[in-house]
């Protein structure tokens, strides 16, 4: 099964700035996603990014705010842009995979 | 807007005891259905896969789906405190994972 890995593992942000989210597939995979978990509740899909194409965002998630980008197959960044202490949370990316679907996700404070 | 429910507990049972998990979902099209296990300040982790409908073993846990009833359940036998953790129900349709809110359990020794 595909390893992920996912850097920053962590990071502590002034809020106004934003942050660069890497995630790292060790095998080729059509889809990505990317997911928050805010504190204290579930895993809440940001948003499909594929390969060649935009990303496909849910609702209450825009793409000013976490631009995603997908330049290969193995590879996908999420950024937390203009970021206030709202966007403290979890960031996990993911793929399709059976066994191995998050990497280790970056734990993000806004102060 | 497709659902996937738990109750969030929290749920509380004594070492040995058998933990009954629930899950319903609302996406019929929904294909398969994933229990993770959550350890404060770490990411999930996969317990348990179902496809089918009926029940799925594996060691201490047991996984069982109704796709008629849209209902996924995770059973845990002989319960140990090191199964307190978060407990997330997941239903994939199209490759879309969606999760519910989590079931917080506590094995007490």
């Known amino acids: 099964s595909a390893v992920i890995s996912q850097k920053p593992s962590r990071d502590i942000c002034q809020r106004g700035t934003s942050l660069t989210i890497q995630c790292q597939v060790d095998?080729?995979?059509?889809?990505m996603f990317w997911y928050r978990q805010q504190p204290g509740q579930s895993l809440t899909l940001i948003a499909t990014?594929?390969?060649?194409?935009?990303?496909?965002?849910e609702s209450g998630f825009v793409i000013d705010k976490f631009p995603i980008s997908r330049p290969n197959l193995t590879f996908s960044t999420l950024t937390v842009s203009n970021m206030s202490p709202e966007d403290s949370s979890i960031y996990l990316c993911?793929?399709?995979?059976?066994?191995?679907?998050f990497g280790q996700g970056t734990r993000l404070t806004v102060v | 807007q497709k659902e996937v429910e738990q109750n969030s507990g929290p749920l509380s049972v004594p070492e040995g005891a058998i933990a009954s998990l629930n899950c319903t979902y609302s996406?019929?099209?929904?294909?398969?259905f994933f229990w993770y296990r959550q350890y404060s300040g770490k990411s999930p982790e996969l317990i348990m896969f179902?496809?089918?409908?009926g029940d799925k073993e594996d060691g201490r846990f047991t996984a069982q789906l109704n796709k008629a009833s849209q209902y996924v359940s995770l059973l845990i036998r002989d319960s140990q405190p090191s199964d307190s953790a978060t407990y997330l129900c997941?239903?994939?349709?199209?490759?879309?994972?969606?999760f519910g809110a989590g079931t917080r359990l506590t094995v007490k020794p």
């Open positions: 993911s793929v399709p995979n059976t066994e191995a679907f």
């Open positions: 095998s080729q995979v059509t889809m």
């Open positions: 990014a594929n390969q060649g194409s935009e990303a496909t965002y």
């Open positions: 996406d019929r099209g929904s294909q398969s």
């Open positions: 179902i496809y089918s409908n």
């Open positions: 997941a239903v994939t349709e199209s490759q879309i994972r969606r």
